[in-house]
């Protein structure tokens, strides 16, 4: 149509100040694609600076690392983040949580700290009555403390699947009766997903 019309009208083939244009008239260039799960989105601005920092020292994904935080700590929700919440236990017992910014559910023996840990939370009407959660100042020293205790298992896993097996035969997913490694390796391609949209 457009050769048609130049045909038709010699106008058209004038580019003003530049002479005759040659050629088909091309078309302005594609948008990118960009992130519209706005969960993940807001996750990845969230703690995306800090999962990055992780993530290098231990050779694998910022998506592996967003991943494991917003599956272990319910995007943020989770009872041993934020505090105050009305929390249902399996049992059925509703507890008012008490936070701690635990973003990757790492368990803590009362009186002894893990790495980066300020504190413990006891979780209710768990047995044995010393076996609680990390309390940590922030995302970032929470991932740290996660760096430290698992990081060794994780080293430089090239793959989602493979960085999620290798924590499921070191404790994570242990007696929920879920495929851990299946829902995390689609937790993590999830987030890789948007973040090649960035």
């Not at 943020?76 to 249902?88: E, H, L, R, S």
């Amino acid at each position: 149509m457009a050769a048609m019309l130049r045909t038709l009208n010699p106008m058209l083939d004038m580019d003003p100040g530049c002479g005759p244009v040659s050629g088909p008239v091309s078309a302005p260039p594609a948008s990118p694609p960009t992130c519209t799960d706005s969960q993940a989105l807001n996750w990845i601005n969230l703690y995306g600076s800090d999962s990055a920092q992780i993530a290098n020292g231990l050779g694998v994904t910022e998506a592996d690392i967003l991943g494991l935080s917003s599956l272990e700590s319910g995007w943020g929700q989770g009872p041993f983040v934020k505090a105050g919440q009305n929390y249902v236990l399996p049992s059925g017992k509703t507890i008012i949580t008490s936070g701690g910014d635990d973003f990757f559910s790492i368990h803590e023996t009362k009186g002894k700290l893990n790495p980066y840990a300020v504190g413990w939370n006891p979780i209710p009407g768990h047995k044995p009555a010393n076996d609680g959660m990390a309390v940590y100042n922030s995302y970032l020293d929470s991932a740290k403390s996660f760096a430290a205790l698992y990081g060794q298992f994780v080293q430089n896993q090239s793959s989602a699947s493979s960085f999620s097996s290798a924590l499921g035969a070191h404790g994570f997913g242990i007696g929920s009766g879920l495929d851990f490694p299946g829902i995390l390796t689609k937790r993590i391609n999830r987030i890789a997903d948007c973040l090649s949209k960035m």
